[in-house]
């Protein structure tokens, strides 16, 4: 299981998203007009007044769960390959999910956001989990050939 190169792919893919649970992804400002300055982070655990994140919360925590699941289904390749690409449009979910409260938070609060570096996180999830698939399904392909020589 741990020799296998997919694996350690899908380790970092739970690195990766156990760390965006605990860190901020935007940053929202009051604008500098305003009479007071006011500085919000948004990310999986908390953010701006006014937002409910159990969207965000829900997709930054599946993205980990599913890739911890996938890493011990080693023994069935096609249903891993599956999984990760179920895992692949939750990364780019997120990143849906992310923009409609980045555009909440501007209509209802009228701020500004910078994205923060660790918004980068489920796109490098995102890469890591198509290269464990491709070394997944070459894997299972390598077990079919080595099938039909017997």
């Not at 990766?16 to 929202?28: E, H, K, M, Y």
Request: net charge positive.
């Amino acid at each position: 299981m741990i020799q296998r190169i997919q694996t350690l792919y899908l380790l970092a893919v739970v690195a990766l998203g156990i760390a965006l649970i605990w860190l901020p992804v935007v940053q929202l400002v009051t604008p500098e007009g305003a009479e007071q300055l006011q500085v919000w982070e948004l990310g999986a655990l908390g953010g701006a007044p006014l937002l409910g994140l159990w969207g965000l919360t829900l997709t930054t925590a599946l993205i980990p769960l599913l890739a911890l699941i996938d890493i011990f289904l080693y023994k069935k390749r096609l249903v891993q390959a599956r999984l990760n690409i179920f895992s692949v449009m939750l990364c780019l979910g997120y990143y849906g999910v992310l923009a409609i409260y980045i555009w909440l938070a501007k209509m209802s609060l009228g701020v500004e956001w910078h994205l923060l570096p660790w918004a980068s996180f489920p796109l490098i999830c995102l890469v890591l989990t198509m290269m464990a698939t491709r070394r997944i399904l070459k894997d299972e392909a390598l077990v079919r050939a080595a099938d039909r020589i017997r």
